[in-house]
């Protein structure tokens, strides 16, 4: 059972380039998430998509876009990066309709650095 | 809005004492609260979780945490620290009555256990 997985473990990309990071769930969650971390700060919401087909802003999502693909897929897209989208990234999803209280299921998050 | 503060961003304890990490929150409407464990180079894992019923939780590896609304807290605790419980550790809230509801997260405390 690989829960969530993320791609790619670990990115370094130069200021202005693009890039897509992936995310698969193999539970059949309805709610996947993408989070960003950085030290000192706790980890903050840039996009959810409750449900297949649609997405939606979180705290902070200048900067990034979303597809959910599918039910299983979620991907977060830096158009033009930014050395201040310099991140651990982790993608999460939930079960939430009809179960109170679900959780968030983690990844092990993309360690992206942006020089 | 709902939020969440963690007092401490880090806190320090012999093996064999009381681990005690606070987290107060901030919620308009009765919560579901969760705590999070993160080892190094790793996502979030579910530690434990109140939704309703009886405010005293148990979780995973011997910790426990109490609701008390009369206080918004819900302090995690554990009679007798382990080298195995050293990582950075997140209290969260979602709030109820929200049908695709997020995680608001605190920004950590990171447990440091000395020998």
Sequence with gaps: NAGVTQTPKFQVLK???SMTLQCAQDMNHNSMY??????????????????EGTTDKGEVPNGY???RLNKREFSLRLESAAPSQTSVYFCASREDRGKVGSPLHFGNGTRLTVT | ??????????????????????CN?????PPYLFWYVQYPNQGLQLLLKYTTGATLVK???GFEAEFKKSETSFHLTKPS???SDAAEYFCAVSEKNSGYSTLTFGKGTMLLVSP
Excluded: K
């Design chain 1, 34 to 51: 993408w989070y960003r971390q950085d030290p000192g700060m706790g980890l903050r919401l840039i996009y959810y998509s409750a449900s």
């Design chain 2, 25 to 29: 929150y901030s919620s308009s409407v």
């Design chain 2, 59 to 61: 979780g995973i590896n």
């Design chain 1, 65 to 67: 876009n979303v597809s």
């Design chain 2, 81 to 83: 620290a382990h080298m």
């Design chain 1, 15 to 17: 200021t202005g380039q």
């Design chain 2, 1 to 22: 809005a709902q939020s969440v503060t963690q007092l401490g961003s880090h806190v320090s304890v012999s093996e064999g004492a009381l681990v005690l990490l606070r």
